[in-house]
């Protein structure tokens, strides 16, 4: 007896590995996935701008990327004694605008470099909602807490997101011919817009990306929402708030996704690595010099062999922690446990 509803997701016939630059932008979701990577030392780079919701945040994101400008003061709003980008969340700002300015030309040049060897683009759109800066008609991504009496809220069209990024990905395959882009539609509802204007603003995006499923470019599809709310369906996999996923969710669909990218190699040695990356945060709780000199050691020893397979993936900072172990007792602030 089938207690629940599973389907079938069709391996990419493109890999990602540890040779492959991956980069993620979009909502919350797109973090939760991009950060397993990042846990397990892959090269990625996730929300250069800070977390986007919208279709056109996301759009706004990659174009200042791939079509740079010189962003001048006006472009800045000061709020109380701070200094904010409408497009970037709240780390960017400061009491001084050229620093903001500074922040952002840094971070978009390292996004830019990064892209240009980039092979996948993983985009996630959590809602077809957007907020409209009064003052200058602008859409932003990030509201910065202002009150929402400065801003107008609307409802974007399926036309207006095809519209938009039909031209975009017209941009990307003539910029990066290599680099494959595969949207995602996140499974985190948008309960402030209520039950029924969640499901209208994802059925906005459905069928938004659906039409643009049939660009030249040919992107993909990973169907995250589907995972949760077609396969999980059970608010067991859902946290406290009832509206963000459980960890035991973003393990699931993580499984789907590496199953669906990851080549065999690649699996294998995130696992690896990223239990190392546990091993550097537990807390010690021995004071036997013995004991954790043999786990430094151990710990050393994986390294060595990872990098003797793999040079090219990067364990230094690991590795001069568990050196650094070997030598000192450690700190009350800093004492890290064995991995069991």
Same mark, same amino acid.
């Given at each position: 007896?089938?207690?629940?509803?599973?389907?079938? =997701?069709?391996?990419?016939?493109?890999?990602?590995?540890?040779?492959?630059? &991956?980069?993620?932008?979009?909502?919350?979701?797109?973090?939760?996935?991009?950060?397993?990577?990042? %846990?397990?030392?892959?090269?990625?780079?996730?929300?250069?701008?800070?977390?986007?919701?919208?279709? &056109?945040?996301?759009? $706004?994101?990659? $174009?200042?990327?791939?079509?740079?400008?010189?962003?001048?003061?006006?472009?800045?709003?000061? *709020?109380?004694?701070?200094?904010?980008?409408?497009?970037?969340?709240?780390?960017?700002?400061?009491?001084?605008?050229?620093?903001?300015?500074?922040?952002?030309?840094?971070?978009? #040049?390292?996004?830019?470099?990064?892209?240009?060897?980039?092979? !996948?683009?993983?985009?996630?759109?959590?809602?077809?909602?957007?907020?409209?800066?009064?003052?200058?008609?602008?859409?932003?991504? $990030?509201? *910065?807490?202002?009150?929402?009496?400065?801003?107008? *809220?609307?409802? /974007?069209?399926?036309?207006?997101?095809?519209?938009?990024?039909?031209?975009?990905?017209?941009?990307?395959?003539?910029?990066?011919?290599?680099?494959?882009?595969?949207?995602?539609?996140?499974? =985190?509802?948008?309960?402030?817009?209520?039950?029924?204007?969640?499901?209208?603003?994802?059925?906005?995006?459905?069928?938004?990306?659906?039409?643009?499923?049939?660009?030249?470019?040919?992107?993909?599809?990973?169907? %995250?929402?589907? /995972?949760?709310?077609?396969?999980?369906?059970?608010?067991?996999?859902?946290?406290?708030?009832?509206?963000?996923?459980?960890?035991? %969710?973003?393990?699931?669909?993580?499984? %789907?996704?590496?199953?669906?990218?990851?080549?065999?190699?690649?699996?294998?040695?995130?696992?690896?690595?990223?239990? =190392?990356?546990?091993?550097?945060?537990?807390?010690? /709780?021995?004071?036997?010099? =013995?004991?954790?000199?043999?786990?430094?050691?151990?710990?050393?020893?994986?390294?060595?062999?990872?990098?003797?397979?793999?040079?090219?993936?990067?364990?230094?900072? #690991?590795?001069?922690? !568990?050196?650094? /172990?070997?030598?000192?007792?450690?700190?009350?602030?800093?004492?890290?446990?064995?991995?069991?």
């Amino acid at each position: 007896m089938e207690l629940r509803t599973t389907f079938k =997701i069709d391996p990419s016939g493109s890999k990602v590995s540890y040779r492959t630059p &991956v980069m993620f932008i979009g909502s919350c979701f797109a973090t939760a996935v991009g950060s397993r990577m990042q %846990a397990g030392n892959m090269p990625v780079m996730i929300n250069p701008a800070g977390t986007v919701y919208n279709p &056109v945040s996301v759009y $706004n994101t990659i $174009n200042s990327i791939i079509s740079p400008a010189k962003r001048e003061p006006e472009t800045l709003y000061r *709020h109380g004694s701070r200094w904010i980008s409408f497009d970037h969340y709240t780390d960017f700002s400061s009491d001084d605008p050229q620093k903001v300015l500074e922040r952002i030309s840094r971070r978009e #040049e390292e996004a830019r470099l990064f892209i240009t060897d980039a092979r !996948f683009l993983f985009i996630t759109f959590g809602t077809a909602r957007v907020s409209r800066w009064k003052e200058s008609g602008r859409i932003v991504s $990030n509201c *910065h807490k202002i009150p929402a009496s400065n801003f107008s *809220h609307e409802l /974007l069209t399926p036309d207006e997101i095809v519209s938009l990024w039909s031209g975009l990905l017209d941009n990307l395959k003539s910029l990066f011919p290599e680099l494959k882009v595969v949207f995602t539609i996140s499974p =985190i509802r948008h309960w402030k817009d209520g039950a029924h204007g969640n499901q209208v603003s994802k059925s906005v995006l459905f069928l938004a990306v659906e039409r643009l499923l049939g660009h030249p470019s040919v992107p993909g599809y990973f169907p %995250a929402y589907e /995972l949760v709310m077609d396969d999980l369906r059970d608010y067991r996999f859902y946290g406290a708030d009832m509206l963000h996923l459980s960890d035991t %969710a973003v393990d699931y669909i993580w499984e %789907a996704f590496t199953r669906c990218y990851f080549d065999d190699s690649s699996g294998t040695l995130w696992h690896e690595v990223e239990g =190392i990356s546990k091993a550097v945060s537990h807390r010690i /709780l021995t004071d036997d010099r =013995i004991e954790i000199r043999n786990f430094a050691e151990g710990m050393l020893s994986k390294i060595g062999q990872i990098k003797s397979r793999f040079p090219s993936v990067s364990l230094d900072r #690991e590795a001069d922690y !568990f050196r650094g /172990l070997l030598t000192e007792e450690p700190g009350p602030d800093n004492k890290q446990q064995q991995k069991d």
